[in-house]
């Protein structure tokens, strides 16, 4: 293939960053609709990286690769397999999503697109890089617009949280560092391809600490417990279109790495630390749960239900058999879309009503109806509602970890529960919000508009899709997953 | 046509979709689509039936749905003449239903969506009756169960009836932790999930553990078996080729099976159907997980009558049904089930009897009957069981609806209010004598000819516990059915305003509840023992099959029956015996029975206090502790930045800053040479290089 | 009697107008002066270059090179340089260099 389409994907939000730069800042309109456009010709683009993914293999695919600093040997190298390509194409779409929810940003508008453009160039460099360097270098120049996005267009806390997530990532990020300056003082190459090729050379001890350090970065960016404080802190206060990226594409990147990083690189650690990271998804998943049950907050159950859904991600990941670590990527995937769907849907209620207290709505139903049925739609995704992809990713995760040898029997017993709890608390949460007694103070309420419908209404069908038919996202999966388990079991 | 059964459930779903995207404006349109595609159902079921009867060997037909190297999931149909029948059973009651709701729904502003979810129903509950794979079963099985939810709810400015929906998915959906345990534990041991290949697998398992002898076994098993150990070999091979060596399914997988593997296998195998059957103990309300449905009765009633009583709650039996031959492995976990069934059965039938209610009477009625399913399936009674519940889906649906047309038209639930309304309202009276008749089993009604198998199941192997309980169950129900009838129907109107204002129901709603009653008395005779070509031999594809009739085993069933009919007479007809005197008299089992052995109070204070209160505890926990360490670890980070800028200040700046002054001083003095004129900086340069030039030289 | 023009010529006058170009910035107070005195500073400069190269290195083209770079960039300083007197003028309501003294302590 001719066409750089991973450098493209990366890049194109970087010229709509530029263009929207250019534009006059009173000229609100030609700012969104630049953006628009940008994330929706990337769409176009990661659409077009889809069609031409060959899923019959395992290898690297639309791989460039050019020398950039050959002294210490640092290559601008990308590509994408089955593990990329849908996050890919998850991240084209949630940014395309949030930029048309960002609609209703009123204040300092143009600085809100060009952070959030370059929050894309930073997502899409973290899925495409196979060199550390641009990796790490993509890792962090995501943190600086999310600084932003959240510092100054957040909520009431906005300081605190934007300064708690940004010095939490960088302190795992240094650990990172740490574990990249150990592989390539040891090796002498910073390429993953050629890290991953070799690691059979790599001694017992040495992939032990150099996996608890990257363990500390990607466990503060799933969030694992307990690590996963600033999560509800960033949740909250972030703009709505934040949170939707912040859940649906950053926490991914946690466990992306695992899958991209540490697992391959470290087979042995791997093995070795299967149970206490499955036991730590355990802990996330019921704990997360139960949390989430507490909260008065909408928007911070939302939050704390992630900490569970992620959980399940870490739980199939540990089991290290092929169903078990599809059905982490796929409950990556389906997390994104129904999670940033759910956060979405907040932002339309709170925009409305300027409150997200849970006991403060009631008997909404009967006013908005079509609000109603789409956010019961993605509630009952949510608690893993059979025939939509938490379901599938669920059931996947318990199969094949109840299958692996790594993991004891009981974790994945104890997991199960995490199902009931999670629909406990949706189900309280639609019970208070939209059914009851009407509360009138709501009279004024107008129903969810067109736009905010749009915006919604591609994640619920790829959730109904993949739900019905797995088999469509499977199959980008599964040369790759396996090839993945071969190499660790082999 | 039998290749064509999967369009059946998608006609109710066509049916969802259009009214949710484009009829829900019109509620005449709506409701006639619905009716229509649920009729086109029904007609397709008929068709298939026909073609089971003459053919009763099972059609299957898979797809894949998710697949590995070496381990997939199949998903699809597989029609035997069980699934045949209950097609018939879902697709004639909800059509029924559907038309009832006409009338009853009547005027209600959400008309239209009320049929958009029986719609969805109706799809979900087809979709579970030919569905060919467990894991398809658990995804039907929740969808009915969100249907439920949302149905039960249908009026959710009621607290109590948006309570009960929450009650009945939350309670279901604990018991379904079991289902999809089982299932995980299902496709780790035997590697799949689907119908027929699991039948086959244990086939061969049991075989090779001994269980059953070899010759014994048809020769259509034996062939099934020469597959299995194909399939085993040809895994054999693959497994070796990608030297995957802890794939799904490990346990019987590649490696010739010796005895005891084969024994501690079927085990295995035989305790995940039992976890599966604590789902179908959810769904059909078995104890402990029966609170819900009592107060699912908050939702319409067409609801009730349609998911509650026929069909969804049946679902569950439906799935034990399907999984007999796995949880009779071994006749100790049979056991299990029938004493679930049996607890199940008495604990409803006493409730029963003294609740005031019309519809939570014959919600507990529901219970115990469904007790009586669960009782006979776990003794291996698979005719008995599938039969009393194709039988009890007419003539309970039929109680509700009636009970529905009574409430319709004196708009209360409570028999204390009612009274005398035969006068006003003939036919619905007249049907739900019918009903109350064939639930006690009077002959030669439907009931009489289901209840009377079970009967002899239990007598015939021997179980005479459960025979006595069951006999017991029968006099109760006998009872409280006539209770709800004289108290409700017969004697002076209680409430006089009611009584004047009450009439009879619309042609809509009285034509379902007359072809109900045609039913209950007439589709029992299918199961007359004495037929040749009965309901028993149908379902064990066309092989002739039955319980010997024991005709003093009738007998007696009869008797109690009409000595129950009796006592009800006595007490709520002639007055003879005063209720409330006897209420009196057994005070301490009265209140206990009224206030449902306490299982509401107990759930609370055993389940869901403790949760609340962990969830707090952990919320706490988290804000304190967790993040407490967290915001710690800044706090001190600060503290230390703060001492260090003390520090900084007073000694490290204390020496710079007197360097600093020093300088400031020197600067002061020297400034002035700083004229600020350009050109005065350009001289000094230039007669610099002048210097420097003239140095050069000399 | 005219004698040939030798190296020594050019020089002299390279450094007439070198000096010339010196006492012009040293003394101007009206800073278009000063500009234009430091253009007399570059045309002696470029004289040297180009009269070194002709004489010492003829077959070297490096002298008249680094003459017209030294023209482009004669031009651009007075670009630049006008662009400040406008702005300076604004500024000041004049441009005596003296006037502008406000980097004095």
């Given at each position: 293939m001719d066409f750089p389409i991973l450098t493209f994907l990366t890049f194109f939000p970087l010229v709509g960053m530029i263009a929207v730069m250019l534009l006059k800042k009173e000229n609100v309109g030609a700012i969104r609709w630049t953006s628009v456009f940008f994330t929706f010709v990337t769409l176009i683009g990661a659409i077009f990286l889809v069609a031409n993914y060959d899923y019959s293999t395992s290898k690297m695919q639309f791989i460039e690769r050019y020398t950039w600093f050959p002294e210490v040997g640092i290559n601008y190298f990308m590509g994408a397999d089955g593990i990329s390509v849908p996050m890919l194409f998850l991240t084209a779409l949630l940014s395309f999503l949030s930029i048309v929810g960002s609609f209703g940003i009123k204040e300092r508008v143009k600085e809100y697109f060009a952070w959030f453009l370059l929050l894309e160039v930073g997502m899409m460099g973290v899925f495409c890089s196979l060199d550390f360097f641009l990796f790490y270098v993509f890792w962090e120049v995501m943190l600086v617009p999310m600084y932003f996005l959240i510092?100054?267009?957040?909520?009431?806390?906005?300081?605190?949280?934007?300064?708690?997530?940004?010095?939490?990532?960088?302190?795992?990020?240094?650990?990172?560092?740490?574990?990249?300056?150990?592989?390539?003082?040891?090796?002498?190459?910073?390429?993953?391809?050629?890290?991953?090729?070799?690691?059979?050379?790599?001694?017992h001890v040495f992939q032990l600490w150099v996996f608890a350090a990257f363990f500390i970065a990607f466990a503060i960016k799933v969030p694992i417990w307990p690590f996963h404080t600033w999560l509800p802190d960033a949740h909250v206060e972030a703009p709505t279109a934040v949170s939707v990226i912040l859940a649906g594409i950053l926490l991914k990147m946690g466990t992306y790495g695992f899958l991209r990083i540490s697992f391959p690189m470290f087979p042995y650690a791997v093995k070795y630390y299967a149970v206490p990271l499955a036991i730590l998804g355990l802990i996330s998943i019921i704990y997360g749960a139960l949390v989430s049950m507490a909260q008065k907050d909408l928007k911070k159950l939302v939050a704390y239900s992630s900490v569970s859904h992620m959980g399940y991600c870490m739980l199939g990941m540990a089991a290290i058999t092929t169903v078990g670590i599809s059905g982490c990527l796929f409950q990556m995937f389906s997390h994104g879309l129904i999670t940033g769907a759910l956060f979405l849907l907040v932002g339309v209620i709170y925009d409305r009503a300027h409150t997200r207290e849970i006991a403060a709505f009631g008997g909404l139903g009967v006013k908005l109806p079509v609000y109603t049925g789409i956010f019961v739609l993605f509630c009952m995704a949510s608690l893993g509602l059979p025939g939509m992809s938490g379901f599938v990713s669920e059931f996947m995760v318990f199969v094949g970890s109840f299958n692996s040898i790594y993991i004891h029997k009981w974790i994945v017993i104890t997991a199960v529960l995490g199902v009931i709890l999670t629909a406990a608390y949706f189900l309280r949460t639609i019970q208070s919000m939209f059914l009851g007694q009407f509360n009138t103070r709501w009279e004024g309420l107008t129903e969810i508009n067109g736009r905010e419908i749009f915006t919604v209404f591609p994640l619920a069908v790829f959730t109904l899709l993949i739900g019905i038919y797995p088999k469509t996202l499977n199959i980008f999966l599964k040369a790759t997953v396996e090839n993945l388990v071969r190499m660790l079991t082999g | 046509m039998v290749e064509y059964s999967w369009l059946i459930p998608l006609f109710p779903l066509l049916s969802f979709v259009l009214i949710v995207f484009f009829l829900n404006r019109n509620n005449r349109v709506s409701s006639y689509f619905a009716i229509a595609m649920i009729l086109t159902s029904m007609v397709l079921s008929f068709k298939i039936l026909v073609e089971v009867l003459a053919n009763p060997h099972p059609y299957e037909a898979f797809i894949t749905w998710l697949s590995w190297t070496g381990f997939s999931l199949p998903m699809g149909i597989y029609i035997d003449p069980l699934a045949a029948v209950m097609l018939i059973v879902v697709t004639i009651v909800s059509s029924l239903v559907h038309i009832y709701s006409l009338g009853y729904m009547h005027g209600d502003p959400r008309f239209a969506r009320f049929f958009a979810y029986l719609s969805l129903f109706s799809f979900s509950m087809l979709g579970l009756v030919i569905a060919g794979s467990y894991v398809l079963i658990l995804v039907f099985w929740e969808l009915v169960g969100l249907t439920s939810y949302f149905?039960?709810?249908?009026?959710?400015?009621?607290?109590?009836?948006?309570?009960?929906?929450?009650?009945?998915?939350?309670?279901?959906?604990?018991?379904?932790?079991?289902?999809?345990?089982?299932?995980?534990?299902?496709?780790?041991?035997?590697?799949?999930?689907?119908?027929?290949?699991?039948?086959?697998?244990?086939?061969?398992?049991?075989?090779?553990?001994?269980?059953?002898?070899?010759?014994?076994?048809?020769?259509?098993?034996?062939?099934?078996?020469?597959?299995?150990?194909?399939?085993?070999?040809?895994?054999?091979?693959?497994?070796?080729?990608?030297?995957?060596?802890h794939e799904v399914g490990t346990a019987t997988h590649g490696k010739a099976i010796s005895k005891e593997d084969a024994k501690r296998t079927l085990i295995l195998i035989g305790i995940a159907g039992l976890l599966m059957f604590m789902g179908a103990c959810g769904k059909s309300a078995q104890f402990p997980f029966h609170v819900w449905l009592p107060d699912a009765m908050e939702g319409p009633t067409p609801v009730s009558a349609l998911i509650h009583a026929a069909t969804m709650v049946a679902a569950g039996v439906y799935l034990t049904a399907r999984l007999m031959g796995v949880i009779l492995i071994s006749p100790t976990m049979g056991l299990v089930v029938a004493s679930i069934g049996t607890i199940t059965a008495f604990m409803a039938a006493t409730i029963g009897l003294v609740q005031n209610d019309i519809k939570r009477v014959l919600a507990y009625s529901t219970i115990s009957q469904l007790g009586y399913m669960m009782m006979v399936l776990g003794l291996g009674g698979y005719t008995a069981g599938t039969f009393h519940l194709y039988t009890h889906a007419f003539f309970k649906a039929l109680l509700f609806l009636a009970a529905g047309s009574v409430i319709h038209a004196v708009h209360t639930n409570d028999i204390q209010e009612m009274g005398g309304l035969h006068k006003k309202m003939k036919i619905t009276s007249i049907t739900f004598l019918i009903a109350s008749l064939s639930i006690s089993g009077i002959f030669p009604f439907s009931g009489f000819w289901s209840k009377d198998e079970i009967f002899a199941v239990a007598f015939e192997g021997g179980h005479y516990v459960i025979l006595v309980i069951g006999i017991l169950v029968a006099f109760m129900t006998a009872f409280y059915m006539f209770r709800l009838y004289f108290m409700t129907f017969t004697g002076k109107p209680r409430d006089q305003h009611a009584y004047d204002h009450a009439h009879e129901s619309p042609y809509?709603?009285?034509?379902?509840?007359?072809?109900?009653?045609?039913?209950?008395?007439?589709?029992?005779?299918?199961?007359?023992?004495?037929?040749?070509?009965?309901?028993?031999?149908?379902?064990?594809?066309?092989?002739?099959?039955?319980?010997?009739?024991?005709?003093?085993?009738?007998?007696?069933?009869?008797?109690?029956?009409?000595?129950?009919?009796?006592?009800?007479?006595?007490?709520?007809?002639?007055?003879?015996?005063?209720?409330?005197?006897?209420?009196?008299?057994?005070?301490?089992?009265?209140?206990l029975l009224f206030n449902k052995y306490y299982f509401d109070e107990i759930y609370m204070a055993i389940i869901i206090n403790p949760t609340y209160r962990l969830m707090e505890i952990l919320f706490k926990f988290d804000q304190i502790v967790i993040d407490g360490m967290v915001n710690g670890v800044g706090k001190l980070t600060l503290l230390w930045s703060w001492a260090k800028e003390r520090f900084d200040t007073y000694v490290v700046d204390g020496a710079v800053n007197g360097v600093g002054h020093l300088s400031l001083a020197t600067g002061r003095a020297i400034r002035k040479t700083q004229t600020g004129q350009l050109q005065t900086y350009a001289l000094v340069i230039f007669l610099g290089a002048v210097v420097l030039i003239f140095m050069k030289f000399i | 009697?005219?004698?040939?023009?030798?190296?020594?010529?050019?020089?002299?006058?390279?450094?007439?107008?070198?000096?010339?170009?010196?006492?012009?910035?040293?003394?101007?107070?009206?800073?278009?002066?000063?500009?234009?005195?430091?253009?007399?500073?570059?045309?002696?400069?470029?004289?040297?270059?180009?009269?070194?190269?002709?004489?010492?290195?003829?077959?070297?083209?490096?002298?008249?090179?680094?003459?017209?770079?030294?023209?482009?960039?004669?031009?651009?300083?007075?670009?630049?340089?006008?662009?400040?007197?406008?702005?300076?003028?604004?500024?000041?309501?004049?441009?005596?260099?003296?006037?502008i003294n406000f980097m004095k302590w």
């Open positions: 510092g100054v267009w957040g909520g009431p806390r906005r300081e605190y949280a934007a300064i708690k997530f940004f010095l939490y990532t960088l302190f795992g990020s240094i650990f990172m560092l740490v574990g990249i300056l150990a592989l390539y003082f040891t090796t002498g190459t910073l390429n993953m391809m050629e890290l991953i090729a070799q690691n059979n050379i790599y001694n | 149905l039960i709810g249908f009026w959710f400015e009621k607290k109590i009836a948006a309570d009960a929906g929450k009650k009945a998915f939350v309670t279901t959906k604990l018991a379904d932790l079991g289902f999809l345990l089982g299932l995980v534990l299902m496709i780790f041991v035997i590697g799949t999930a689907t119908l027929p290949e699991l039948n086959k697998k244990i086939e061969s398992l049991k075989i090779t553990a001994g269980m059953v002898e070899e010759n014994h076994s048809s020769k259509q098993l034996h062939n099934a078996e020469m597959t299995v150990h194909e399939g085993v070999s040809k895994h054999h091979k693959t497994h070796n080729r990608t030297g995957e060596s809509n709603m009285t034509v379902p509840l007359m072809i109900f009653a045609l039913l209950s008395i007439f589709a029992g005779w299918w199961g007359i023992p004495w037929l040749h070509t009965n309901y028993a031999s149908f379902v064990f594809f066309g092989h002739p099959h039955h319980v010997e009739p024991n005709m003093i085993l009738m007998l007696i069933s009869l008797v109690v029956a009409l000595s129950g009919i009796g006592l009800a007479y006595l007490m709520y007809y002639k007055r003879a015996i005063s209720p409330e005197t006897m209420a009196q008299r057994f005070k301490p089992i009265y209140t | 009697m005219m004698s040939e023009l030798t190296l020594l010529h050019f020089l002299i006058l390279a450094a007439v107008l070198f000096a010339l170009g010196i006492f012009g910035l040293l003394t101007r107070r009206n800073a278009i002066g000063i500009l234009m005195s430091i253009e007399l500073m570059f045309n002696g400069a470029a004289i040297n270059f180009v009269a070194f190269a002709r004489y010492v290195a003829p077959q070297e083209i490096a002298g008249q090179v680094f003459t017209i770079f030294i023209i482009t960039i004669a031009a651009a300083e007075a670009a630049v340089g006008l662009a400040i007197v406008i702005l300076i003028y604004r500024n000041f309501k004049g441009i005596e260099v003296d006037k």
